[in-house]
């Protein structure tokens, strides 16, 4: 069932990004095609200028400029395209446009570059709480803290981290702000009790300091939900286009694959000439073909799934940077996890796993032969068939070929039919 045009908006300041990014997703490749026909602008280019637009619509519904939901969000954001791209063709200035009052919009910039450097976890408590709206409970399921009284924690701590810097930049209202920002943040979460509320109140209406420290908050939380949600749009289109861009790559090396097949055939069938290429293949080439041919072995590995992730948010983000290619922040982030957070044979496994991924093979080899060496773990076969080709690639071909028989030999390893077809293919001779 389709939402409401009227409802988008509110879904959009709310945390919903979908209808955003579904049209990117959706449009990216049409509108790059529509750019390059119009204006002659190169598919990079193009898919640049919508990112901007979406970002810049985005913008224009969290400041009140943009009132209700187009009901052809397509013509809408085509159009808006339409000026930047012409505007670039003519080498003209772009119409003004109404923004937000300079020192506003100097204002959530300052709050924007200012997230962007706390670190990470702090960026993600604010995240999840004022972009979110994770409550206290949500909030302790999603990142795994104890309980709900850790998450407050955590959250007031990362907020404090964000106050200071801002104070230490010279933002207005920021000093008083943090004299004030416990009964202030308490205050706002809804955590005082009652007695404590009225107290607060009738504070409120004596004390002008007070007062100035409890607009800066609101105005300063409801920056902080703009440029949370802003950065998350942002990262989701770049992520989209990555993952773009890994599967076209993808696509061409298999292209260039078949394409070397068929020119092997065609040589074969050559006769004098197949002969002379033979020999050279053989006794020239022949040891850098071997160093490449563990590639042709190489079966993807997709990785724990959303259910075995559930309720570990750095292990679920480990996964997505692994997945997305992404394979030294991947390495890192489960790094940070505890090896017992998440099974030791799981934890080993995967250091390998990204490690031969960014081609240290040598590096990975000790994670695999522990792993291989585990009783009773579901991945030591897999392990064991990794393990073999972190010595094919370092071309310690005797250990490739002992490893590889042993994951040929085990009826349960999922890789049995790769490692039998890799020993009867002669590349490790």
Excluded at 78 to 92: H, K
Excluded at 354 to 365: G, N, T, V, Y
Excluded at 397 to 416: F, I, K, V
Aim: charged residues 20%.
């Amino acid at each position: 069932m389709s939402t409401p045009l009227s409802a988008n908006l509110a879904r959009l300041r709310t945390g919903t990004l979908t209808p955003l990014t579904d049209f990117y997703g959706q449009q990216r490749d049409v509108f790059a095609r529509w750019a390059r026909r119009q204006f002659g602008t190169p598919a990079e280019q193009a898919h640049a200028v919508l990112r901007e637009r979406l970002l810049s619509f985005y913008d224009e519904v969290n400041d009140g400029r943009l009132t209700s939901w187009p009901a052809d969000l397509r013509g809408h954001l085509y159009g808006a395209a339409r000026q930047v791209l012409t505007a670039r063709a003519t080498n003209t200035a772009l119409p003004e446009e109404t923004p937000l009052p300079t020192a506003e919009a100097a204002r959530r910039q300052l709050v924007l570059r200012t997230l962007l450097q706390l670190p990470p976890d702090s960026q993600l408590v604010l995240h999840q709480f004022y972009f979110r709206g994770s409550n206290f409970e949500t909030l302790a399921g999603k990142l795994g803290y104890a309980n709900a009284g850790v998450a407050r924690r955590q959250k007031s701590e990362a907020l404090r981290k964000l106050f200071e810097a801002l104070n230490r930049a010279g933002a207005g209202g920021s000093a008083e702000l943090l004299a004030h920002l416990p009964a202030v943040e308490r205050s706002s979460d809804g955590v005082l009790d009652p007695a404590a509320q009225d107290d607060f109140d009738a504070q409120l209406l004596v004390d002008g300091e007070l007062r100035q420290a409890c607009l800066a908050y609101e105005q300063y939380t409801a920056d902080l939900r703009w440029a949370a949600g802003r950065e998350n749009l942002r990262l989701r289109l770049d992520s989209l286009d990555r993952r773009v861009a890994q599967r076209t790559a993808a696509q061409q090396r298999i292209r260039q694959r078949q394409q070397r097949q068929r020119l092997r055939l065609g040589l074969i069938g050559a006769g004098v000439l197949a002969l002379l290429i033979t020999a050279v293949v053989l006794f020239w080439p022949h040891r850098d073909n071997n160093a490449r041919a563990w590639q042709d072995y190489d079966t993807p590995d997709p990785g724990l799934t959303e259910a075995q992730t559930d309720g570990r948010p750095l292990l679920a983000q480990s996964m997505q940077l692994y997945r997305q290619g992404s394979y030294p922040a991947a390495l890192h982030m489960l790094r940070r996890l505890p090896a017992t957070a998440v099974g030791q044979d799981t934890f080993l496994y995967y250091n390998g796993l990204m490690l031969l991924r960014q081609e240290q093979p040598d590096q990975a080899e000790s994670y695999f032969q522990r792993v291989s060496r585990l009783p009773n773990s579901a991945l030591t076969g897999r392990a064991q068939y990794y393990l073999g080709l972190s010595y094919w690639q370092q071309q310690k071909l005797p250990q490739a070929r002992a490893a590889l028989a042993q994951a040929a030999q085990d009826p349960g390893n999922p890789h049995q039919g790769k490692a039998r077809e890799a020993l009867r293919s002669g590349a490790l001779r």
